[in-house]
């Protein structure tokens, strides 16, 4: 099975995904623990000191975050399964979040750009790149006189050096409005 690793979690597994093979019927939980006992520095960034999962920590299977699954940690894996695990993003002088709102760009095309742009979207308003998190809300229409205009708020997460590269190549984007 192919696990991708995010953010910092690449720094201790050497690169972006590893392919890991399981027996039929592993749980997330025991994926998890296979991580872990094979990259011991992993434990401290993902399992607190009962073993569990931190909460900020994020185990996609599939696009879903593991907790909502519904057997939770316990959800048995199959082997065409997506895995993605995020360490958590924030704290640390390296680390930065801008929050934006983006008029007269659907949410969509907004998400479409951040993946033209590197991103790969693990929930419909959530894209993660090398380095960086992305979360998109739909927000009320901003209403200028009789002219109503879509919003949607723009929340970039994760490593600076990597927000500061991805800055441009969105603003090219967005100037262009989908041309």
């Keep these: 099975m192919k696990i991708n690793f995010y953010a910092t979690l690449r720094q201790i597994t050497g690169q972006k995904s590893v392919d890991i093979s399981l027996p039929q019927g592993t749980t997330v939980r025991e ?3 296979i991580i872990v006992t094979r990259y011991p520095r ?6 607190d000191e009962n073993n569990e999962l931190y909460r900020h920590v994020h185990v996609f299977i599939n696009g879903r975050d ?3 699954l519904n057997s939770a940690l316990d959800s048995e894996l199959r082997p065409d399964d997506k895995v993605d695990i995020f360490p958590a993003v924030g704290g640390g002088s390296s680390v930065t979040k801008q929050i934006r709102k983006i008029r007269g760009i659907p949410l969509w095309l907004l998400r479409e750009y951040l993946e033209e742009i590197g991103g790969e979207a693990v929930e419909e308003d959530r894209i993660v790149g090398d380095g960086w998190t992305a979360s998109l809300v739909q927000m009320e229409d901003y209403q200028i006189g009789s002219l109503r205009v879509g919003q949607v ?6 490593d600076h050096e990597a927000i500061d590269s991805l ?3 969105l603003e090219k984007k967005l100037l262009r409005a989908g041309g």
């Design 31 to 33: 994926l998890v623990e």
């Design 42 to 47: 992993m434990r401290r960034e993902l399992l």
């Design 66 to 68: 593991a907790p909502y």
């Design 153 to 158: 708020e723009l929340a970039i997460e994760g």
């Design 167 to 169: 800055q441009p190549a």
